[in-house]
């Protein structure tokens, strides 16, 4: 039995969003959407997306000594040159992360980072897996 990886999951729900697609589409064809981190040597000057999870899946909820469903909090970081574009970005992921069932949490960021240029929104989405979803 393979086990799926809920990274995966958001990056791919993301892309399925054709503005998200097209904002962070390279003309290599690479998407700018990067798990944990961003790579110096990467394209720092258009917006991109970075997915990091901030603690492994916890338990939700179980019975008879068995897990019966997953929660996952994840921090999904949008930058860019331009403020508009990161507010953009992040309206549409929460759609998309609604989509999975994960609401917004408090706490994040949303600053301008001069040394750097560019705007950074960065949110806390919280979702727990349906009922014996629990192979991650």
């Keep these: 039995m393979n086990n799926k990886d809920m990274l995966s999951i958001i990056y791919n729900q993301l892309l399925s969003n054709d503005e998200i697609n097209k ?3 390279e003309t290599s064809g690479q998407h700018r959407i990067k798990y944990y981190d961003y790579p110096d040597t990467a394209n720092q000057n258009q917006a991109f997306i970075v997915i990091e999870p901030l603690e492994p899946p916890q338990s939700a909820k179980s019975g008879s000594d068995q897990e019966l469903s997953l929660k996952f ?3 999904i970081n949008c930058e860019s040159k331009v403020r508009s574009e ?3 970005l992040q309206y549409l ?5 609604k989509k999975l069932n ?3 949490m408090t706490g994040g ?3 301008y980072f001069p040394d750097t240029g560019r705007f950074v929104d960065a949110r806390r989405y919280r979702g727990t897996t349906s009922l014996y979803d629990v192979n991650y």
């Design 109 to 111: 960021l949303d600053e």
């Design 23 to 25: 904002m962070t589409l």
């Design 73 to 75: 909090t994840i921090q």
């Design 102 to 104: 994960y609401g917004q």
């Design 93 to 97: 992921i929460k759609q998309e992360m």
């Design 86 to 88: 990161v507010k953009q």
